[in-house]
């Protein structure tokens, strides 16, 4: 059996708890340890709260890139009518149709 390339960028994993590290020292610098002193349905509340903020720029997230997916079907319509090519990627075909033949 051959063993397979990881997949885990082990320098994005160090970059990822280096800023996780950062934090935490920004933290016990502006609250001192109180974060271990306070209850555990506080620091839930916390995380429930930051779940909600992270749900929040994911959505904002999906939309923009909604609206660049939009922009290059434009983009890729506007580039096949300059070679003079019939469009290929029509809304029909997005949304798993086969594209009209009367286009």
């Known amino acids: 059996m051959t063993r397979r ?3 885990l960028d082990e320098k994005a994993v160090d970059r990822f708890f280096a800023a996780v590290r ?5 933290g016990a610098l502006e ?5 271990f002193a306070r209850p555990a349905r506080d620091l839930v509340a916390e ?15 999906c939309e923009r890139l ?4 939009r922009l290059a079907r434009r983009v890729d ?6 070679r003079g090519r019939r469009p290929t990627h029509t809304r029909a075909r997005a ?3 086969p594209p009209r033949r009367d286009i």
């Not at 609250?31 to 974060?35: F, L, N, Q, R, V």
């Not at 319509?77 to 300059?82: F, K």
């Open 5 to 7: 390339a990881s997949r």
């Open 47 to 61: 995380i429930e709260a930051e779940l909600h903020d992270v749900a929040g720029w994911a959505f904002v997230l």
């Open 66 to 69: 909604r609206r660049l997916r």
């Open 95 to 97: 949304r798993g149709r």
């Open 31 to 35: 609250y001192g340890d109180a974060s």
């Open 77 to 82: 319509r506007i580039a096949d009518a300059h």
């Open 22 to 26: 950062r934090r935490l020292r920004r």
